[in-house]
């Protein structure tokens, strides 16, 4: 079996950024099953990808044909890529309760994560993943945050509803985005002191906004950027992480 990496944090701190960069860096070495679990879908965008089918498009058909035809159902809307995979959690085709979508969902990462060296889940924004227990099997956790008090505490959250529900991730990190030089240390000491441990941190970059605005994959970001660059020192780490595993 291979690992499981999940991304995780309140909404707009970078965390689809992160996972870009995750699956950009590991699918150089071997191919990675990337997955969007959020319902308001980043990464494929992210990632330069066009998605015509999601989890939540075949939800209907999947729950009406049982388990036994589950597989190659969900195979129809993974998109292959060269060096990776992806599929999508998106919306329902109707209103209602996410619930039906959130266990095929479970299944789908448990059922597929097992035929690749690497899997990268985009978590959706927020603690709802922790709760449905869709990263339940998770062996790092990357908590990512900006310089915020609001940001700390969904950190510390994500790490105390973990401990409630005795989800169990191996390593569980923090990344903080968008750091102001003279703020690293008082984030450090603020992080510690709840008991978080900071892998790295990432500054404001201009090519990044730059990106977002113009809609470029941020999987084509160069690696000589201050993000690229700053990356490079925290994927070390966690690669160090899975070795100790």
């Given at each position: 079996?291979?690992?499981?990496?999940?991304?995780?944090g309140?909404?707009?701190?970078?965390?689809?950024?992160?996972?870009?960069?995750?699956?950009?860096?590991?699918s150089k070495?071997?191919p990675?099953?990337?997955?969007?679990?959020?319902?308001?879908?980043?990464?494929?965008?992210v990632?330069?990808v066009?998605?015509e089918?999601?989890i939540?498009?075949?939800r209907?058909?999947?729950?009406?044909?049982?388990?036994?035809?589950?597989?190659g159902?969900?195979?129809?809307?993974?998109v292959?890529e060269?060096?990776?995979?992806l599929f999508?959690?998106?919306?329902?085709?109707?209103?209602?309760?996410?619930c039906?979508?959130?266990?095929?969902?479970r299944?789908?990462i448990?059922t597929?994560s097992?035929?690749?060296d690497m899997?990268?889940?985009?978590?959706?924004?927020?603690?709802?993943?922790?709760?449905?227990?869709?990263?339940?099997?998770?062996?790092?956790?990357?908590?990512?945050?900006?310089?915020?008090k609001?940001?700390?505490?969904?950190?510390?959250?994500?790490?105390?509803?973990?401990?409630?529900l005795?989800?169990?991730f191996?390593k569980?990190h923090?990344?903080?985005n968008r750091?102001r030089?003279?703020?690293?240390?008082?984030m450090?000491?603020?992080?510690?002191e709840?008991?978080?441990?900071?892998?790295?941190?990432?500054?404001y970059?201009?090519?990044v906004?730059?990106?977002?605005?113009?809609?470029?994959?941020?999987?084509?970001?160069?690696?000589?950027?201050?993000?690229?660059?700053?990356?490079e020192?925290i994927?070390?780490?966690?690669?160090?992480?899975?070795?100790?595993?």
């Amino acid at each position: 079996m291979g690992y499981v990496i999940a991304v995780s944090g309140k909404g707009g701190t970078g965390k689809t950024l992160v996972s870009s960069l995750l699956i950009r860096h590991f699918s150089k070495k071997s191919p990675v099953l990337a997955i969007d679990a959020d319902p308001d879908s980043n990464l494929p965008e992210v990632l330069g990808v066009e998605v015509e089918k999601t989890i939540g498009d075949i939800r209907e058909r999947i729950t009406a044909d049982g388990v036994s035809e589950f597989e190659g159902k969900i195979q129809e809307i993974i998109v292959e890529e060269p060096d990776f995979d992806l599929f999508v959690m998106g919306r329902p085709e109707q209103e209602g309760c996410y619930c039906v979508v959130n266990n095929i969902l479970r299944v789908a990462i448990d059922t597929f994560s097992q035929n690749y060296d690497m899997t990268i889940i985009d978590c959706e924004a927020g603690l709802e993943h922790l709760s449905r227990r869709t990263t339940r099997n998770v062996d790092v956790m990357i908590v990512v945050t900006d310089a915020t008090k609001k940001g700390i505490l969904t950190a510390k959250r994500v790490k105390e509803i973990a401990d409630e529900l005795h989800i169990e991730f191996k390593k569980i990190h923090v990344i903080v985005n968008r750091i102001r030089p003279e703020l690293k240390g008082e984030m450090e000491i603020a992080l510690s002191e709840e008991g978080l441990d900071v892998i790295g941190f990432l500054p404001y970059d201009p090519i990044v906004a730059e990106y977002d605005l113009k809609g470029t994959p941020v999987f084509e970001l160069p690696e000589d950027t201050p993000v690229g660059m700053a990356f490079e020192d925290i994927v070390s780490k966690i690669e160090e992480d899975l070795k100790s595993l």
